[in-house]
């Protein structure tokens, strides 16, 4: 049986989260704070440094483009970042040095933002020697890394997490799912889990959303691995795919163990339940990992006994995307996917700005 408490405003759940659909209505107080709007073009990604900038990004998914990598200065302003050259890449160029399809944009530990570009302009194939996670220092591109001898040309690298103290990073591949695993001192990088039901969306989940199921081509869409968040501690990886309620985990030194095949991971693998349909994730320093809940236009967090805390419900979060913390909030990025006309026979849904709010944690 499912145990609810009532704290104020949060509800919280067990380890089983609730499947009813409330209405998405703010919560008395919810305290949600737009911090950027853009009307025009589509952002995915955010990143904020503790007491610094503010990085979004913009994913080259339709015509409807401008930029890759913007900071953020204003509520309606942004400056490309780190300059305008390095947005200005086109079909004709190689794409080592440009921003060519920037999914996502990350801060680590140090305080350093990196840039994840899978490389792959409208989700179709990627760009030769595009495909790159770049460290950044400053307005420089420090280090790169590049995955194209390890990718088909099929693959979207979606997201990515970095422990500083280990030199390793961690990405999710979204479209055959897997986990991708990099050692940053040496730039050894392997695909891992990519036949494992872990990285796999369940095909018999139902992904409905504003009272339909999403759909492509007359398909249900289905999205792999996707988000991934790394323990405070650096020792626990969790993923998941999108659209199903899955949550996973496993052992970061699993990872780092080259020595164990496919089959000797995925035996280490832990199946955590079910939770919600959530595009990123992040965990604080305290341990508790925060969701976004597509379905129900909300923000949840599990603390570290996987008990489920509803912190927000609000109309205003249209597919909440991505995650920061800094400065003591939570910085949140609506991408607002399901209202893209691929997925309404043609038809753009989307009303309002494509935005960023943050709340007070």
């Not at 970042?81 to 890449?89: G, K, S």
């Not at 409208?122 to 280090?143: N, Q, S």
């Not at 489920?308 to 109309?315: G, P």
Request: net charge positive; charged share 25%; aromatic share 12%.
């Amino acid at each position: 049986m499912i145990k609810r408490l009532l704290f104020g405003t949060a509800l919280l759940y067990s380890l089983q989260a609730c499947h009813q659909h409330p209405d998405p209505h703010p919560l008395p107080g919810s305290g949600l704070d737009l911090v950027f709007a853009d009307s025009v073009y589509q952002l995915t990604g955010v990143a904020k440094q503790e007491g610094g900038k503010l990085l979004v990004n913009y994913p080259r998914w339709s015509a409807v483009y401008k930029y890759a990598v913007t900071q953020v200065t204003g509520l309606t302003s942004n400056r490309s970042f780190p300059d305008e050259a390095t947005n200005n890449w086109n079909e004709k160029e190689p794409g080592k040095n440009k921003w060519i399809c920037v999914q996502s944009v990350y801060t680590d530990d140090n305080n350093n933002f990196w840039v994840l570009d899978p490389a792959a302009p409208f989700l179709k194939t990627i760009v030769d020697d595009g495909p790159k996670l770049v460290k950044m220092e400053g307005g420089t591109m420090a280090k790169k890394y590049f995955f194209k001898d390890i990718l088909p040309d099929t693959a979207y690298v979606n997201d990515v997490r970095v422990d500083t103290k280990r030199k390793y990073a961690y990405l999710t591949e979204s479209k055959r799912g897997g986990i991708i695993v990099l050692d940053l001192a040496t730039g050894k990088m392997r695909v891992v889990l990519s036949t494992h039901y872990s990285v796999k969306s369940d095909p018999s989940y139902k992904f409905i959303i504003d009272g339909m199921e999403l759909m492509k081509d007359g398909k249900p869409v289905k999205f792999n691995s996707d988000g991934i968040a790394l323990t405070p501690d650096g020792n626990w990886l969790y993923y998941k795919p999108l659209t199903d309620d899955k949550l996973y985990r496993i052992e970061t030194a699993a990872l780092r163990n080259w020595n164990l095949d496919d089959a000797a991971l995925g035996a280490r693998v832990q199946d955590l339940g079910h939770f919600v349909t959530t595009d990123g994730m992040i965990f604080d320093k305290q341990g508790n990992l925060y969701m976004g809940d597509l379905q129900r236009y909300r923000i949840v967090k599990i603390d570290p006994s996987l008990h489920l805390t509803v912190l927000l419900q609000d109309a205003r979060l249209i597919w909440p995307d991505s995650y920061s913390i800094a400065d003591g909030y939570l910085y949140i990025s609506c991408s607002q996917i399901q209202k893209q006309p691929e997925y309404n026979n043609g038809v753009n849904k989307r009303t309002t700005p494509y935005t960023v709010y943050r709340l007070k944690l």
